[in-house]
């Protein structure tokens, strides 16, 4: 075991014992696996169910190592049905509206994992009741290397055009929970400066101070 901590655990596992539920970007490969190559480290782990093997976050880390022909690779594993820790959307706003019906849970993507039928890049997104982005900083040269493998199977088939349009698609997901962030921080100041005015003119001797 790497470490555990807070209710989760992370560790070495062969990376052919994780099952992706849904294909990769080639476009998104090829961008992580220069970054992963020029740190010679994996920042963070995958996160994957702990009785399945599933993965659920970090399709791309797992494929970058694969097809560089490592066999093992750092993995947070969780239960993927505690709902109230975990839940699934299909966009990044879904973070914040959770209770929304968006069509996507997680008997579906353990179902997609489990029978090999994979979903579309980025079809789901994963939220967590702790951060994602538990640096670890794994050295790969501590990691057993083989041979390179073809990973072109878990990979959706992309033209140049259309990895633009998923860039595209991909920012405009990001504008999407800034406009919603910005939104709700102005309702909540407002929401504020409301209360504030009310204690203010109390005559009953209540003070902030």
């Given at each position: ?5 807070s209710?989760?655990?992370i560790v070495?596992?062969p990376i052919?014992?994780?099952?992706p ?8 490969l ?6 992963i190559?020029?740190d010679?480290?994996l920042?963070y782990?995958?996160i994957?169910d702990?009785k399945?093997h599933i993965i659920?976050d970090?399709?791309h880390?797992?494929l970058v ?15 993927a049905?505690k709902?109230?820790e975990?839940h699934v959307?299909?966009?990044r ?9 968006n069509?996507?849970n997680?008997?579906?993507v353990i179902s997609?994992?489990l029978?090999g ?7 789901t ?14 050295p790969?040269?501590?990691l057993?290397k083989g041979a390179?493998k073809d990973v ?10 259309e ?6 698609d991909w920012m405009?997901?990001?504008h999407?929970?800034i406009d919603?962030?910005t939104k709700?921080?102005?309702e909540?100041?407002?929401e ?5 005015h009310?204690i203010?003119?109390?005559?009953n001797?209540?003070?902030l101070?």
């Amino acid at each position: 075991m790497l470490t555990e901590e807070s209710n989760f655990k992370i560790v070495i596992l062969p990376i052919d014992e994780l099952k992706p539920h849904e294909k990769g970007s080639p476009l998104y490969l090829e961008l992580l696996k220069q970054e992963i190559l020029q740190d010679q480290m994996l920042r963070y782990p995958v996160i994957a169910d702990e009785k399945t093997h599933i993965i659920l976050d970090g399709m791309h880390r797992w494929l970058v190592l694969k097809s560089l022909g490592y066999t093992l690779i750092p993995v947070m594993l969780v239960d993927a049905f505690k709902s109230r820790e975990i839940h699934v959307g299909t966009r990044r706003i879904h973070r914040y509206l959770w209770y929304s019906h968006n069509g996507m849970n997680t008997e579906k993507v353990i179902s997609a994992g489990l029978s090999g039928q994979l979903m579309e890049p980025r079809s789901t997104r994963h939220f967590f009741s702790f951060s994602k982005f538990q640096k670890i900083n794994y050295p790969l040269s501590r990691l057993k290397k083989g041979a390179p493998k073809d990973v072109s199977k878990y990979l959706a088939k992309m033209t140049k055009k259309e990895g633009s349009t998923a860039i595209r698609d991909w920012m405009e997901e990001i504008h999407e929970e800034i406009d919603f962030l910005t939104k709700r921080k102005k309702e909540v100041e407002k929401e504020m400066e409301e209360f504030l005015h009310r204690i203010k003119h109390l005559n009953n001797g209540f003070s902030l101070s």
